[in-house]
Antibody, heavy 122, light 108 residues
Framework: EVQLVESGGGLVQPGGSLRLSCAAS????????MNWVRQAPGKGLEWVSY????????YYADSVKGRFTISRDNAKNSLYLQMNSLRDEDTAVYYC???????????????WGQGTLVTVSS | DIQMTQSPSSLSASVGDRVTITCRAS??????LNWYQQKPGKAPKLLIY???SLQSGVPSRFSGSGSGTDFTLTISSLQPEDFATYYC??????????FGPGTKVDIK
């Protein structure tokens, strides 16, 4: 059974830092791209960052570029999100999600973790 | 960036009703469109990928259609467990995907 378990959320002051982790199990982690998606309280879903299976390709949403860093450790079946210079508007539940595709190019997020809440407030 | 809109933003329906949700993209995205269901306090769940393909394990009362800029998610006979918020998501500009604002389906 595929499982993704996030951790590391909490309360942090504006300008502070936090590191999120996502522990994966039940599949060959090193074969899949991974993503972080966030959801502000009462709001919709916002894609945050993408990392390819080998870490060779990384993308960020403009809203976090230069402040957040995605990484992974395939030996530990783990995904990370280092968040620096946090702002009030970064307050959200952060989900890790596995990326998959069919027919060569039709991509989707097929498994999601339960999420971890990050609250940025003074 | 590709913008996604959904209509309606919310709807009330009864068990057994046929429900249709519409999603529109700001430019043509071919069939690069996915649908997710999210229940309160839970993670999103993939329902439909590539506009019309049913994810494994998803009941056949869910169906998707459309291509280009206009898409629909249909629930043929609404069940109690289907009351949730539904999001469309374009994967045309993957990995920079964008989601629609969501459609909340609640009990009439």
């Amino acid at each position: 059974e595929v499982q993704l378990v996030e951790s590391g959320g909490g309360l942090v002051q504006p300008g502070g830092s936090l590191r999120l982790s996502c522990a994966a199990s039940g599949f060959t982690f090193s074969s899949y791209s991974m993503n972080w998606v966030r959801q502000a309280p009462g709001k919709g879903l916002e894609w945050v960052s993408y990392i390819s299976s080998s870490s060779s390709t990384i993308y960020y949403a403009d809203s976090v570029k230069g402040r957040f860093t995605i990484s992974r450790d395939n030996a530990k079946n783990s995904l990370y999100l280092q968040m620096n210079s946090l702002r009030d508007e970064d307050t959200a539940v952060y989900y890790c999600a596995r990326g998959d595709y069919v027919w060569g190019s039709y991509r989707y997020l097929d498994y999601w973790g339960q999420g971890t809440l990050v609250t940025v407030s003074s | 960036d590709i913008q996604m809109t959904q209509s309606p933003s919310s709807l009330s329906a009864s068990v057994g009703d046929r429900v249709t949700i519409t999603c529109r993209a700001s430019q043509s995205i071919s069939s690069y469109l996915n649908w997710y269901q999210q229940k309160p306090g839970k993670a999103p769940k993939l329902l439909i990928y590539a506009a019309s393909s049913l994810q494994s394990g998803v009941p056949s009362r869910f169906s998707g259609s459309g291509s280009g800029t206009d898409f629909t998610l249909t629930i043929s006979s609404l069940q109690p467990e289907d009351f949730a918020t539904y999001y469309c998501q374009q994967s045309y500009s993957t990995p920079r995907v964008t989601f629609g604002p969501g459609t909340k389906v609640d009990i009439k």
